[in-house]
């Protein structure tokens, strides 16, 4: 594991990157309990961007160790020191077991379907017991990461589980005020214990497994007596809401955190509170012992953690980087200098080159929002809560004048290009111009109704856009100060604009997601770039003006071609809001600010993807074959709770695993393979967005934006040239897949579309929808041809003969296929007999079979296509080498199948389910 010993280097800005960046400056915020190795040499914590592993002695970072896709909620030593547990938290809810000397990955535990909030190692090690917030407790096996049992009785979120030092007991305690004991070898319920009158936020046993501790949400903490049947005894004392207990190895200090701060030491003997630390200044969320009793570590909601002299309650050491949100980013003219604001009140201002933290600039009284660097460096300008300007020299990091005037917090700041005119745009609806010499108020513009979020000069200075909560973008004389015009139409909150470098395009980014062009001389929208679904907070363009990024409401800096409109790139790596981007001036770097935390400096010119090698772990929803029928990929869904969102990509001649597609924060809906195999298509992971990935490397090429509503279906068409994608806003988008270009949106269904259809020739499209409709369009003039109805519900799969002539589509909610003449829109035949739902329909490629299953009963039906007979079941219990007789097991059915499809000699028929498993069959046997 690595740890750098050279001052100059990037230290923990380089470690686990996100792909594409160059430095990561800031920890992110806390996320988790604190916790010691069993040698008290070393501290884990979770956090925004990972766990961060600190020399418990000088306070140096060791390693981070990165994997989770949201904020680490919980971690755990086990008791040997030699594994790390960590938990997730938002739409993760995984548990990691790490290595803990190398840092490397071991393995990945998935049963809960909501945040981890506690582990636990029992005392030999063996088993690892997590709570969640879906109200379940998980006994693991941590040698073969299986799942030994789940216990389950609580009626609220897990925020405490413990282990009895002898092993023979689980404590846990609970949201609903309940602690709960459970005996570890059987999992069997043994005692409720009640009395708080608030969610039991920590539990922990004694040195000698008679007395339990509990904290909780109604001020109090509690000793039980575990031998004495469940007696308590009341530690009186703390003010507000507790939220962690620990007991000292020998057991004569129970420590306990909590609100407002605050952390008791108590005598456990007599009940009397013998100290009370200060120096946090939020809610103290963990508080733990080192082995040897010497050291109290706590983590706090202030970002920091700290470590006492247990005995003395002296502090001793803290750790911190930002204790707030960065809310504003800028990098100086010469690229040596980046600087940040920041909620916790201050601005920090950071070597780029090394990566190393320069100056903390405090002054401001309340949050600060917004920093802007002048065009000669030597002078910084910061705009805050406290409704004020600071205008700070760089090199000292001494505040050169205060800017009054505002009667609301400042929300952003400008330099004009010469360096001698500052805008603030405030909260107070007004801009301000100031002399940057002097300090001196020059004007005060006033048009807009609402808020000013973001003010940007002209490359020339001559003009000053302003964007406002009003809706609207406004353009200035700066010299003047007259207004010289709102730009037309209306979008959602303006929160960004920026000017090209040439002054003759202004953007700006809105709440809606919409990014607008306009030209700055006539005032004419001139491009909007689509498919953004998020709020977009900044704005900025490189210093050729080729290319556009914009920081995202959920985390994502977005990269676009500011020409052509088209989406390039999404940077992944911030867990929040991103509030602030910048390019430096020579357009190599660019650097991004967000709420987690931290600030992220990136290559501008990177697209790498990083991809791992797993397995299905959750349902899998969508199938489908290559056209040279050697690759099966298959799409993960979810099911009682879990989640894997992956593709998989399997050999159909053997059934070996070759590849997994990751990076999609939420479960895959559809996939398709296009001609040759080279290409996959799926949806984003119901982002509204559709992505294309290279078979052969796993990485993602290309992300579609133009939907508003999640992708429900993507097909290739026959020659692979088109791309055509159905969502739940009612349209389907048909795409360039060379080059990702939109090519035509078709309207017309009034429900969502569940599934598009190319016809062998390419000349036609069916679409399946919502609302109980089959549609036929021509592909190349994008026309509606008909119309096909009958079905009682949706419709939610759609599938031509291989001649053409014939279209299959199930209805979702009567059960029943149906078979069309494709050319004339005639009904043929119903065909009746699934004992419940059908999900998916597919031909045989001789046209004379076709298949569809039952939602609940694990059948995959065959059908003469012509007579409209049941030839076979294929069941999912019941086998047979000549009644649907198997080829081949991935992994094994055992619930319902969700979607089948035939290989393209029609010998293979492949099916998934969900219970996460893909199965292959013999069709020449039937």
């Known amino acids: 594991m690595k740890k750098t010993k050279d001052k100059s280097a990037w230290k923990h800005t380089q470690w686990h990157l996100p792909v594409g960046a160059k430095a990561r400056l800031g920890k992110g915020w806390l996320s988790s309990n604190v916790a010691w190795s069993p040698d008290s040499k070393r501290i884990a914590i979770g956090s925004s961007v990972g766990v961060w592993l600190y020399d418990a002695h000088s306070g140096d970072e060791i390693a981070l160790l990165t994997g989770h896709t949201g904020p680490v909620s919980s971690v755990a030593f086990s008791p040997d020191g030699r594994m790390l547990a960590s938990g997730g938290s938002w739409w993760d809810g995984s548990i990691r077991l790490w ?47 299986h799942r030994n049992r789940k216990l389950t009785g609580h009626t609220g979120g897990i925020r405490g589980v413990a282990f009895s030092p002898d092993g023979s007991t689980l404590a846990s305690g609970s949201e609903d005020e309940t602690i709960r004991l459970w005996d570890v070898v059987s999992g069997s319920h043994k005692r409720k214990l009640t ?30 007596d575990i031998k004495a049947g469940g007696d308590k005894r009341e530690l009186a004392g703390h003010t507000g809401r507790v939220s962690s207990v620990a007991f000292s190895p020998d ?36 508080v733990a012992f080192s082995r040897d009793g010497s050291t109290l570590a706590s983590r706090s909601d202030d970002n920091i953690i700290r470590l006492w002299n247990s005995l003395m309650g002296e502090h001793k050491r803290r750790f911190t980087g930002h204790t707030g949100g960065v809310k504003g980013v800028a990098i100086s003219a010469d690229g040596k200098m980046i600087a940040s604001a920041s909620d916790d009140n201050t601005v920090r201002v950071w070597n780029a080159e090394t990566g ?7 002054g401001h009284t309340e949050e600060v929002t917004s920093v802007a660097f002048s065009p000669s460096g030597d002078t910084l300008a910061s705009g805050g809560n406290d409704n004020t300007v600071l205008l700070w020299d760089t090199a000292t990091g001494v505040c050169r004048h205060t800017l009054t005037g505002h009667w609301n917090p400042v929300l952003s700041v400008a330099f004009s290009p010469d360096g001698m005119t500052l805008a603030s745009g405030s909260n107070d609806t007004t801009v301000r111009l100031w002399d940057v010499m002097t300090g001196n108020h020059k004007q005060t513009l006033t048009a807009h109704a609402r808020a000013v979020c973001d003010v940007a000069f002209s490359p020339d200075g001559l003009m000053l856009a302003t964007g406002s909560d009003d809706n609207t973008v406004r353009l200035w004389d700066s010299a003047t100060g007259r207004h010289k015009g709102k730009l037309p139409g209306e979008t959602p909150a303006i929160r960004s604009v920026a000017f090209t470098p040439d002054g003759k395009t202004l953007a700006s980014g809105s709440e809606s997601g919409a990014i607008h062009l306009w030209d700055v001389v006539t005032g004419d929208l001139t491009l909007t770039l689509t498919g953004h679904t998020e709020s977009v907070w900044s704005i900025a363009f490189s210093s ?92 993960s869904g979810n099911a009682y709770g879990n989640e894997d969102n992956t593709i998989q990509v399997w050999n159909a001649a053997d059934g070996t695993h070759e590849r997994t597609l990751t990076g ?20 984003g992971s119901w982002d509204n967005n ?151 329909v597919g031909f045989n490629p001789d046209g004379g079979m076709i298949t569809g299953h039952g ?62 498993t893909v199965l292959l069959w013999y069709t020449d046997m039937v």
């Open 99 to 145: 290595n803990a000397t190398t840092g490397t990955h071991e393995k990945t535990l998935s049963a809960h379907s909501g945040w981890v909030l506690s582990l636990t190692f029992s005392p030999d090690g063996q088993t690892l017991a997590s709570g969640s917030e879906d109200e379940s407790i998980c006994l693991w096996n941590v040698r073969t990461g």
């Open 195 to 224: 009395g708080h009158t608030g969610g039991v936020r920590s539990v922990a046993f004694s040195p000698d497994s008679t007395v339990l501790a509990s904290g909780g949400w109604d001020n109090n903490i509690y000793l039980w």
């Open 251 to 286: 057991g004569n200090i129970l420590a306990s955190g909590g609100e407002f701060g605050i952390i008791h030491l108590w005598n456990t003997a007599s009940g009397a509170k013998e100290r009370t630390l200060t120096g946090h200044t939020k809610w103290v969320s963990s």
């Open 356 to 362: 190393e933290h320069e100056h903390t600039l405090t």
């Open 544 to 635: 050729d003006g080729m290319t556009l990024v914009n920081g995202s409401e959920f985390g994502a800096v977005h990269v676009w071609n500011a020409v052509t409109g088209t989406h390039e790139r999404t940077l992944t790596g911030h867990m929040e809001r991103v509030s602030a981007v910048a390019f430096s001036s020579d357009g190599s770097s660019l650097v991004s600010g967000s709420d987690d935390h931290t600030v992220c400096l990136w290559e501008a010119n990177t697209d790498a993807n990083d991809r791992a090698i797993t397995g299905h772990t959750a349902a899998v929803t969508s199938v489908g074959f290559s056209p040279d029928g050697e690759t099966v990929a298959s799409g």
């Open 664 to 683: 999609l924060p939420d479960r895959v809906t559809t996939v398709g393979v296009s001609p040759g195999g080279r290409m996959l298509a799926s949806d």
């Open 690 to 840: 559709v992505c294309l990935w290279d078979v052969a490397t796993g990485a993602l090429m290309q992300t579609l934006f133009g939907h508003t509503k999640r992708i429900r279906s993507v097909v290739f068409s026959s020659d692979g040239a088109t791309l055509a994608s159905g969502s739940d806003d009612n349209t389907i988008c048909l795409w360039d897949a060379v080059s990702g270009d939109h090519k035509r949106t078709l309207i017309g269904h009034k429900g969502g579309v569940n599934s598009v259809t190319f016809s062998p020739d390419g000349t036609m499209l069916a679409s399946g929808s919502d609302d109980g409709t089959i549609r036929l369009w021509d592909v190349v003039a994008g026309a509606h041809r008909r119309t096909l109805a009958g079905h009682e519900g949706g419709v939610r799969s759609l599938v031509f003969s291989p001649d053409g002539g014939m279209l299959a589509s199930e209805g979702n909610a009567d059960g029943t296929i149906r078979l069309w003449d494709s050319i004339t829109g005639v009904h043929k035949r119903r065909i009746k007999g699934n004992t419940h739902r059908v999900r998916s």
């Open 855 to 916: 939602d609940t009963d694990g059948c995959i039906y065959l059908w003469h296509a012509v007579r409209g007979e049941r030839n076979r079941g294929l069941a999912n219990v019941v086998w047979s080498s000549i009644i649907g007789g198997r080829k081949r097991t991935l992994t094994g059915h055992t619930g319902a199948v969700l979607n089948v499809a035939f290989s393209p000699n029609g010998g293979t028929i492949a099916s998934v389910g969900e219970d996460g």
